[in-house]
């Protein structure tokens, strides 16, 4: 994983499991954290419905322990909006919430924040900006609170891209604090995303040499990590640019592999919005 082996990880992850279930020494805490980072690698390969499962199996090995669950929860809320599943999302995290509700120390706080976001999240890609705003806003007053620094950047990332969506560009200025965060957390993926967002900012500023660099310096993290999603994403939005250029061929390969990487890992939500920006490329 460290190296970004993705599927090289997932194999010995596999052996690891089917040696701890045979051992009576190793802990329901220890197969659970495999579970989990099985399950991450196979989240950065886009094997959504594998990592979702990876992800509940170490629910039930800790006995869905509100605090310990939470950060599970916030994993598979991330899987179902990247394959619309969008009421299931809601419905996993805000049970999850209602556990937390009368717990007032920093910890339960710092899970409350990491479990608005994906609130935040659904919201803004079901078009519903200002509770999209809302959630987010939410979340970074716990975040603040609990001092969950990775959910601070989180909350950042959506708010920027709400703030943009609802009309408020001048709103859209926390990717430098977000990025600062992923950074010093060495959080790779993150940091893709948050270059991702703000070559949006860019691109709907009109500033398509800017955005352009910032897609590209996303991707070139999104490739040495080797996370398929994040590079597919990145790829659509390269191509966007490219269409408006009037620059067809090279655009094309782009938006392609987008939609072939999301047909393949279920995100049907996403291969739609990438049939359709080929059909607009196509057309002109």
């Known amino acids: 994983m460290a190296v970004f082996a993705n599927v090289e990880a997932t194999r010995f992850y596999d052996n690891a499991l089917g040696a701890g279930r045979r051992q009576r020494s190793v802990t329901a805490g220890d197969l659970a954290a495999l579970y989990e980072r099985s399950?991450?690698?196979?989240?950065?390969?886009?094997?959504?419905?594998?990592?979702?499962?990876?992800?509940?199996?170490?629910?039930?090995?800790?006995?869905?322990?509100?605090?310990?669950?939470?950060?599970?929860?916030?994993?598979?809320?991330?899987?179902?909006?990247?394959?619309?599943?969008?009421?299931?999302?809601?419905?996993?995290?805000?049970?999850?919430?209602?556990?937390?509700?009368?717990?007032?120390?920093?910890?339960?706080?710092?899970?409350?924040?990491?479990?608005?976001?994906?609130?935040?999240?659904?919201?803004?890609?079901?078009?519903?900006?200002?509770?999209?705003?809302?959630?987010?806003?939410?979340?970074?007053?716990?975040?603040r609170r609990g001092d969950a620094r990775d959910a601070l950047a989180e909350a950042y990332k959506i708010l920027d891209l709400a703030y943009l969506e609802n009309g408020e560009i001048e709103k859209a200025t926390h990717a430098d604090e977000a990025l600062a965060i992923y950074e010093g957390l060495g959080d790779l993926r993150n940091q893709a995303l948050v270059l991702n967002n703000t070559g949006l900012i860019a691109h709907d500023a009109s500033k398509w040499d800017e955005s352009r660099a910032l897609y590209s310096r996303g991707l070139a993290i999104a490739d040495q990590i080797g996370d398929r999603s994040v590079g597919a994403l990145t790829k659509y939005n390269l191509s966007e640019i490219l269409i408006d250029q009037g620059r067809y061929d090279e655009a094309e390969p782009l938006i392609r592999e987008a939609i072939r990487v999301w047909r393949a890992s279920g995100a049907d939500g996403d291969a739609a919005e990438g049939q359709r920006e080929l059909a607009r490329l196509l057309a002109r």
Request: aromatic share 6%; charged share 30%; hydrophobic share 40%.
């Open 39 to 143: 399950a991450d690698a196979r989240y950065r390969l886009g094997e959504f419905d594998a990592a979702d499962h990876g992800y509940s199996a170490a629910r039930r090995l800790l006995d869905n322990d509100p605090l310990q669950a939470s950060p599970l929860v916030v994993k598979q809320a991330m899987i179902a909006t990247r394959t619309a599943a969008y009421r299931k999302a809601l419905v996993r995290v805000k049970r999850a919430l209602r556990t937390l509700e009368h717990d007032q120390s920093r910890e339960a706080a710092a899970n409350r924040s990491r479990l608005m976001v994906p609130i935040g999240t659904v919201k803004y890609l079901q078009g519903r900006h200002v509770e999209s705003i809302y959630w987010c806003l939410r979340a970074i007053d716990e975040a």
